[in-house]
């Protein structure tokens, strides 16, 4: 798909998971959407990475559009109000990354 990015991957990875050690198999193995436990379709689902458990092991979550868009607004608020770079008025690349993520989909 034409538009994919590095820093979507970087942004992606900076989102905060619900509680790991509660969620569903289906929600670990990216099935379905981690936050809301939609079902996915490839056009729609978006890889957060892996991530590590407290098992040991590493789950490899998904997110629905929607709910990636919501939880890269939410973090991107919390991010200029504690970034020592993004604070000075000088956007680092996690900002413009998150921005771009919650941007995604809107015209
Ligand atoms: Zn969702
Ligand atoms: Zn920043």
């Keep these: 798909m034409p538009g994919e990015t590095s820093t979507d991957v970087d942004a992606l990875a900076l989102l905060p998971l619900p509680d790991v050690n ?3 198999r289906p929600q670990t193995e990216g099935t379905i959407c981690v936050w809301c436990g939609s079902g996915l379709i490839p056009y729609t689902a978006r890889d957060l990475g892996a991530r590590p458990c407290r098992r040991g092991g590493q789950i490899f979550p998904r997110g629905c559009g929607s709910c990636v868009r919501a939880q890269a607004a939410r973090v991107y608020a919390i991010h200029v109000t504690q970034c020592g770079h993004c604070l000075r008025n ?17 015209s």
Excluded: M, V
């Excluded at 000088?90 to 809107?106: F, I, N, Q, V, W």
């Design 22 to 24: 509660r969620l569903s």
């Design 90 to 106: 000088t956007p680092c690349a996690d900002r413009t990354a998150l921005r771009h993520l919650a941007s995604e989909g809107r």
